[in-house]
């Protein structure tokens, strides 16, 4: 695939230079190289996408939403992953196929999962994005070591059913046990209770904690222009700042600030600045890719940055940024379930019962308790409470300024099951979550 050459390209091209790759905002035709963005598309065919198929010879790129898809469908994680700050299940945001053989032969085929606690990621949780890793040799148990244009239709090795191994019916990750009722498997009860409130027995099945499925495609981050036009433009972009003038409102902005949702930039920060710029060479990117661990990260803002990064706890060697998740994700993540809201937002309260509430609010207030009617006053507070809860659910979700992902840069480990972690054959990478602006 296009994605596994040009990493590998820039792997060999990056052993035989000492090159020097700038930072900070200052251009840099090495780092511009080496950035490769990805996109969300939407889903061609379901049988294709992720791990899905057996025929290897078509993955690239990777899957934002729905459920993951195991490279290793045998030795999965023992338990559904946690966030590390408030020990709730996580929910799936991407995986992402990255071949590393040149580096790890072990590593011939080789996806990244990314996880999210709905909770915590807001506040930039240290635990609250969770990143594993899964490698697997050309020759293993699960995929032919070969791809013909011929595709064997009866290889199942790769799905977890042939192993024994259950998924869950709301996240896909490692099932418990299978409900008696509901007659599928489930990694937690939080999941048994969703998936029977929002789905069992209706037509119109939503999931909350699933977000909106489609495919993650790569490609090269368009290159930019001449450096007296960006330099033009960072220095319009701050003199428009100091005389009070929101670059935001111009209409060159508007794609974008539709994209980054309730993330509005407008700031003095050069960061914040330089991050609009060069969002605008692809505004609606997704993921940032750099294909030789080389890449300079790209901040939504110059605090929250990390001061050092943790070694590979498995083999004690660097790690480095290989991608990072743009703000934008969200936008397609969450599609459904902004359509949710603003259908719940109208079923809230009928015409009649606003106006109830209105004259009983009215009652409540400017009358003496002893002449309100309790079961009036029971009434306006249960109404109360409903309201404030469906809005405590619409704003209990995901987000994010900008995701970092440091891996191993020798991207270490066979891909066997590992009797020592419960993660099973994946291990644990790192992630660095900067809040939005």
Known sequence: CCFCLKMALAIAEDKESNTLVTTGTESSTAVDDIVQLGFSEPIEDENYLGHNSASWENWDGGQMGGKPSWLNPKHLPKNALSCKDCNEPMRFICQLYAPADQVNTHAYHRTLYVFACSSCSANAGEGSIRVLRCNLPQENDFFPATCTETPDLNWNLHQPFTHMVSLCEVCGQRGKGKCPLQKVSFCSREHQKEYKKYCFGKEDKYLPSVYKKSELVVDEEPPPTKEKEEAEKREALIEAQEEGHDPDEDLEQEDIEEMMGKHKIGSHDPATIYFKERVQRAQDQCLRYFTNWKGEELWIRSDSTPKEIP?????????????????????????????????????????????????????????????????????????????????????NEIDWGVISVYTCIQSCGEGELRDDSDLGAYQEEYAWVQPPP
């Open 311 to 395: 070694p590979c706890p498995y083999c004690g060697g660097e790690r480095r940024c290989e991608f990072q998740i743009m703000p934008q994700m969200l936008f397609y993540l969450l599609e459904d379930h902004r359509k949710r809201e603003q259908e719940s937002k109208k079923d809230i309260l009928s015409v009649e019962d606003k106006h109830a509430l209105s004259v009983a609010s009215e009652i409540v207030e400017y009358s003496a308790p002893e002449n309100v009617p309790p079961a009036l006053k029971d009434k306006h507070d249960e109404t109360v409470e409903k309201i404030k809860k469906s809005l405590l659910e619409s704003n």
